[in-house]
C-alpha cells in the first residue's frame, strides 16, 4: 500500500502561482513515474505532468511553458510548480505514481481554483 500526504492546493487569481507538493510512502520503495493529472467538473481525468525516475518529463500542451515538474527520488517526492495560472486550471489535482511493475497508485487530490 502507498500513503500519499498532498499539498499546496487553493484559490489564486489568474496569472498567480501555486506550487503542489506530493509524498508518497509505504510499501513501495520507488516509482518508475510519478505525476499531476486533474479532473475538472464534468471532464474526465487528464494528464498534467509525468516525471519519469531517469528525469525525462512529459507535459500537456495547455500547461506548457506554464508548469514545471520535478521530484526527489530518494525521498519519493514529485513537486508541480504552477506558473500564470488560468481559470481553466481550475479542478482537483491528483498526484499519480506508477511501479515498475505498472501498478498506479493515487493520491486523494487537492483542490485548485483559478479566478478570473
Known amino acids: 500500500q502507498v500513503q500519499f500526504v498532498e499539498s499546496g492546493g487553493g484559490l489564486v487569481q489568474a496569472g498567480g502561482s501555486l506550487r503542489l507538493s506530493c509524498a508518497a510512502s509505504?510499501?513501495?520503495?520507488?516509482?518508475?513515474?510519478m505525476g499531476w493529472y486533474r479532473q475538472a467538473p464534468r471532464n474526465q481525468r487528464e494528464v498534467v505532468a509525468i516525471?519519469?525516475?531517469?528525469?525525462?518529463?512529459n507535459y500537456a500542451d495547455s500547461v506548457k511553458g506554464r508548469f514545471t515538474i520535478s521530484r526527489n527520488n530518494a525521498k519519493n517526492t514529485v513537486d508541480l510548480q504552477m506558473n500564470s495560472l488560468k481559470p481553466e486550471d481550475t479542478a482537483v489535482y491528483y498526484c499519480?505514481?506508477?511501479?515498475?511493475?505498472?501498478?498506479?497508485?493515487w493520491g486523494q487530490g487537492t483542490q485548485v481554483t483559478v479566478s478570473s
Open positions: 499519480y505514481t506508477r511501479t515498475r511493475s505498472n501498478n498506479i497508485y
Open positions: 509505504g510499501s513501495v520503495v520507488s516509482f518508475n513515474a
Open positions: 516525471i519519469n525516475v531517469d528525469g525525462s518529463r
